[in-house]
């Protein structure tokens, strides 16, 4: 079975700084990697995904996560965050055998102070 | 194009009651995930339906059961609600089934059993 370890629950960063938000996953097989973020009574918007190929990803407003197939990471990154970067991020696996079933971490709630 | 649509946003029940979700895919998906999302479990994945079809399912009693019809909307069904059963419900979207095909995320529905 799979599972997501996200490391940090909670991360309070300044703004303009850079934050780097962990995960770690355990599978026996090649997975799919995605990175969602939830904003305050919102649903998941898709960050970034990996499937294959460069193992560095960029993604949407500035984010990336970098590949690591032997520590079995997907670390997400920010070099410069701003206070609208504030919400929960959640690192997610799928295995591509499983059609479209996520199996996600604990999220990282990302709090941007000024 | 419109997103996933999810009704209604909130809805109160009480124990025992049964209560019924609904969920309008964006125009051409094809597949739709359900997943409840609380504070003590995180995000937990329900089950997968995909051209009118269960293809997927999670962990749950037999008292959480969907359906798909053939344009492709969704509804979930829980029948003699619990107080654990409080959650938001988030419904997904996505074009094609696996393949790591990103998941479209709908705002959810907020359900409180009193």
């Known amino acids: 079975a799979q599972s997501v370890t996200q490391l940090d629950s909670q991360v309070p960063v300044f703004e303009e700084a850079p934050v780097e938000l962990r995960c770690n996953y355990s599978?026996?097989?090649?997975?799919?990697l995605f990175w969602y973020v939830q904003y305050p009574n919102q649903g998941l918007q898709l960050l970034l995904k990996y499937l294959s190929g460069s193992t560095l990803v960029k993604g949407i407003n500035g984010f990336e996560a970098e590949f690591n197939k032997s520590q079995t990471s997907f670390h997400l990154r920010k070099p410069s965050v701003h206070i609208s970067d504030t919400a929960e991020y959640f690192c997610a696996v799928s295995d591509p055998a499983a059609g479209n079933k996520l199996t996600f971490g604990g999220g990282t709630r990302v709090l941007v102070k000024p | 194009k419109a997103g996933v649509t999810q009704t209604p946003r909130y809805l109160i029940k009480t124990r025992g009651q049964q209560v019924t979700l609904s969920c309008s895919p964006i125009s051409g998906h094809r597949s739709v995930s359900w997943y409840q999302q609380t504070p003590g479990q995180g995000l937990q994945f329900l089950f997968e339906y995909f051209s009118e079809t269960q293809r997927n399912k999670g962990n749950f009693p037999g008292r959480f059961s969907g359906r798909q019809f053939s344009n492709s909307r969704s509804e979930m069904n829980v029948s003699t609600l619990e107080l654990g059963d409080s959650a938001l419900y988030l419904c997904a979207s996505s074009l094609a089934g696996g393949l790591g095909s990103p998941l479209h995320f709908g705002n959810g529905t907020r359900l409180t059993v009193t």
């Open positions: 599978s026996s097989v090649s997975v799919y």
